[in-house]
T-cell receptor
Framework: DQQVKQNSPSLSVQEGRISILNCDYTNSMFDYFLWYKKYPAEGPTFLISISSIKDKNEDGRFTVFLNKSAKHLSLHIVPSQPGDSAVYFC???????????FGQGTELSVKP | DTAVSQTPKYLVTQMGNDKSIKCEQNLGHDTMYWYKQDSKKFLKIMFSYNNKELIINETVPNRFSPKSPDKAHLNLHINSLELGDSAVYFCASARTDLQETQYFGPGTRLLVL
């Protein structure tokens, strides 16, 4: 019973265009959401997060949107760069400080 | 000056063997974790320790035993390895007051034959 799902295993985007990665969750108790980025043979690294009291958080080229009614969040990368090619994991937590529940990741490929 | 390191990076072993994976962090964090990434790519938490004390213990077979000799180290010992234990195991650490932002090691790829 996966509470956090990323239904697209892969995404291919042209350099300079927008990348949109999606994530759905089932547990309405989640109150904090995060995106992690993972390169091959490395561990995931924290990218950006959003609290459930917000619907948008922006950090440079990265913006995370949260739609609580739809239990959906998305990560927008604009403009996409080849160095963004990696696996992106979304994660959720309730009672901040509790355990992270990860999705299965989406592999983004940004073509030059 | 790696922040979170794991050894070994690769581990190939026979069913029934006992093996250990070591993890060390030099970030001064109080909380450490073990995750398992299975064949379906989900990252699932197994254990977390805070200041050498077990905090989270998911429904993991008791063949898996974490050991924290000090707050900078969290080792994972696995007894009687089974085929289904084949996975990538990630260690992570975090500040106690910022546990959502976790720093991961590079992973240990375990293959049980």
């Amino acid at each position: 019973d996966q509470q956090v799902k990323q239904n697209s295993p892969s995404l291919s985007v042209q350099e300079g265009r927008i990348s949109i990665l999606n994530c759905d969750y089932t547990n309405s108790m989640f109150d904090y959401f995060l995106w992690y980025k993972k390169y091959p043979a490395e561990g995931p690294t924290f990218l950006i997060s959003i609290s459930s009291i917000k619907d948008k958080n922006e950090d440079g080229r990265f913006t995370v949107f949260l739609n609580k009614s739809a239990k959906h969040l998305s990560l927008h990368i604009v403009p996409s760069q080849p160095g963004d090619s990696a696996v992106y994991f979304c994660a959720a937590v309730y009672n901040q400080g509790g355990k992270l529940i990860f999705g299965q990741g989406t592999e983004l490929s940004v073509k030059p | 000056d790696t922040a979170v390191s794991q050894t070994p990076k690769y581990l190939v072993t026979q069913m029934g063997n006992d093996k250990s994976i070591k993890c060390e962090q030099n970030l001064g964090h109080d909380t450490m974790y073990w995750y398992k990434q299975d064949s379906k790519k989900f990252l699932k938490i197994m254990f977390s320790y805070n200041n050498k004390e077990l905090i989270i213990n998911e429904t993991v077979p008791n063949r898996f035993s974490p050991k924290s000799p000090d707050k900078a180290h969290l080792n994972l010992h696995i007894n009687s390895l089974e085929l289904g234990d084949s996975a990538v195991y990630f260690c992570a650490s975090a500040r106690t007051d910022l546990q959502e932002t976790q720093y991961f090691g590079p992973g240990t790829r375990l293959l049980v034959l």
